[in-house]
């Protein structure tokens, strides 16, 4: 091994050891001990934090939170709810008004999914958002996260909730390194390992982790100098040592299939409910076979419906 590898394996290893006993020194002190009260005093007003706000809504912002920031999901969020306040009133709308309304979210199947999800709840669950983990799992474009946001953050259930965020903290504060790894399913017996034994609390310190993620342990930026946990952290005791960050970068949207959907989107959106000839759509679209293929994938993911050569958003 040259002299470069054996430095570095000095350098991982004092890491792993500051990590370890600065995992046990914060599970020891109690960690929520710290960020329940820091999150109660600190924590953004937001919709779905607020009293009353309900499992529907909860739903609902879980699905528009996907991928898309806050600022752009709150004002969307209002008018949803007003629109379409309980599941069975969703699932009696049409899937296209649905995707009209999702306007600039993104990510359009996500309206789509929603739509079938309000659906089954309203067939399966008599119109109420169940509370069980399994059965929200069971619920169309729901997954591990979503299920367990919902039943924590709207129900008050104890499990673990685990998002990008909280892996960052996690993997920071505990194991001392810059950017977390793959997901694992470790993640959640680790986040809950920290969970203190207030149920009322453990939901607290689920959205308390998210929030330091978001506001102060930030991908880019941390702010460790104003951390309420920064004594604590297993990075900062490390050095803040950078992290290898693989994660791929986002293929660019200008001149993409994916600026082509949104186009051809919007112009159905524009003119819903009535459909428009195949021929009308992105007549000057740059590239013919670009325009071609975002039609065909839209199909395919049941977001349009061709009626001969008329093409318009999904009516059932």
Not at 63 to 70: D, E, I, S
Not at 155 to 164: I, K, L, P
Not at 167 to 176: N, P
Request: aromatic letters at 6%.
């Amino acid at each position: 091994m040259t002299q470069q590898g054996h430095e570095r394996r000095r350098f991982d290893n004092r890491s792993i050891t500051i990590a370890s006993s600065y995992t046990e020194r914060m599970r020891a002190n109690d960690l929520a001990e710290v960020l329940v009260p820091w999150y109660l005093a600190n924590a953004r007003d937001l919709p779905w934090r607020r009293p009353g706000f309900g499992a529907w809504g909860t739903l609902v912002s879980e699905f528009m939170l996907q991928q898309t920031p806050v600022a752009r999901v709150i004002p969307r969020l209002e008018e949803w709810l007003d629109r379409w306040p309980t599941p069975a009133a969703l699932a009696d709308s049409s899937p296209g008004e649905a995707v009209t309304r999702w306007a600039n979210l993104g990510y359009p199947r996500r309206a789509l999914w929603l739509h079938r999800a309000a659906t089954e709840i309203r067939d399966r669950h008599g119109g109420v958002v169940p509370r069980d983990v399994d059965q929200l799992l069971a619920l169309t474009g729901i997954g591990d996260y979503t299920a367990r946001a919902v039943a924590v953050f709207a129900y008050g259930e104890r499990h673990a909730v685990v998002d990008t965020n909280t892996r960052r903290v996690m993997a920071r504060a505990l194991d001392a390194r810059a950017v977390p790894g793959t997901a694992h399913r470790r993640d959640l017996e680790q986040m809950a390992s920290l969970l203190p034994d207030s149920d009322e609390h453990a939901a607290i310190m689920n959205a308390a982790v998210m929030e330091l993620g978001q506001v102060i342990c930030t991908a880019r930026s941390p702010r460790c100098g104003i951390c309420p946990i920064r004594r604590s952290c297993a990075w900062v005791a490390a050095g803040s040592p950078a992290t290898p960050d693989i994660r791929r970068k986002q293929a660019k949207y200008e001149g993409s299939d994916r600026q082509a959907r949104g186009a051809l989107l919007k112009a159905l959106r524009d003119a819903s409910p009535d459909p428009l000839p195949r021929a009308a759509l992105l007549v000057d679209w740059h590239d013919p076979a670009q325009r071609d293929r975002a039609l065909v994938s839209l199909e395919n993911d049941g977001l349009i419906e061709p009626d001969g050569e008329l093409i318009g958003l999904p009516r059932r």
